[in-house]
């Protein structure tokens, strides 16, 4: 069968995440499909791209059977139970950015990397600076490290595995971001198949879904410097409540392209 058979051919799953997948098995560039149209798939590839399809149609992210995706312009690795890097999160990092001097050394702490893919653009955005990143996720420290690798900063990030604050107990940061997991214990069963795909700890922040704010908002002085600032994501509702939760802090709230309170910057006096 040729590619453009495969592609034309009706199907339920939407054509951009065919040509992703078919790209990813032929190992090109999804704008190079169009040059191989006339090509024969190989027989095993025909049989891989089946069977992707059919998990798509069950609910199964893209991202996962690609095994990477794309965060601020570059493709990191990731795998099923770890957050999916998502556009909104880039936000996070051009507001942390924008507070960090090219020339300046800082040392940055994120709690909850993930995929990694918020400290590594940040290393990679400011050479000068040095990160800490901590996650409860073995499998998530592991896939991070992965990534400094591919992208050549492993030698200016330390991973290290516990919930938030307790893997730096006496430490204190320039700066501390997160994207901390926001969504609220009763909306689990209601999620779409896909996003439970990525875990119920990446995306569960407990009953309300602002423990998380409460407890940093309580610990982020002793580990900030004087002057230091923090840059935490938030669910698109929880604007006013977190605002509220860090009243100590001189903070600001960010809204996404989609109008939405996404990005909460604060202060240490």
């Known amino acids: ?77 990731i795998r099923e139970g770890i957050l999916i890097p998502r556009p909104e999160t880039e936000l996070l990092v051009e507001k942390t950015l924008e507070l960090l001097d090219r020339q300046k050394e800082y040392l940055g702490l994120e709690i909850g990397v993930g995929s990694g893919c918020v400290a590594i653009t940040l290393l990679l955005e400011r050479e000068k600076l040095f990160m800490y990143g901590t996650d409860v996720n073995p499998e998530a ?70 423990e998380f704010y409460e407890r940093f908002s309580k610990e982020v002085k002793h580990y900030l410097k004087t002057g230091g600032f923090f840059v935490l994501e938030i669910g698109h509702d929880q604007g006013k409540v977190v605002r509220d939760i860090l009243k100590e802090y001189n903070v600001k709230l960010f809204k996404d392209y989609s109008g939405q309170d996404r990005v909460v910057v604060g202060w240490k006096h």
């Open 1 to 77: 069968m040729k590619v453009k058979d495969l592609l034309l051919k009706p199907n339920k799953i939407p054509l951009r995440d065919r040509q992703l997948l078919l790209a990813h098995l032929l190992k090109v560039k999804p704008a190079e499909l169009y040059l191989k149209m006339d090509q024969e798939v190989p027989e095993a590839c025909l049989e891989e791209y089946w069977k992707g399809l059919s998990k798509l149609e069950e609910g199964y992210p893209l991202q996962y059977l690609l095994g990477e995706w794309d965060f601020y312009g570059r493709t990191f690795k």
């Open 141 to 210: 420290l592991e896939i991070s490290q992965l990534n400094a690798q591919i992208h050549g900063v492993s030698h200016r990030l330390k991973l290290i595995q516990g919930k938030d604050f307790e893997p730096v107990k006496g430490m204190k940061f320039d700066f501390i971001v997160s994207n901390p997991p926001y969504i609220p214990e009763s909306y689990w069963e209601n999620l779409p198949k896909a996003l439970k795909f990525e875990g119920k700890t990446s995306l569960i922040g407990g009953e309300k879904g602002w």
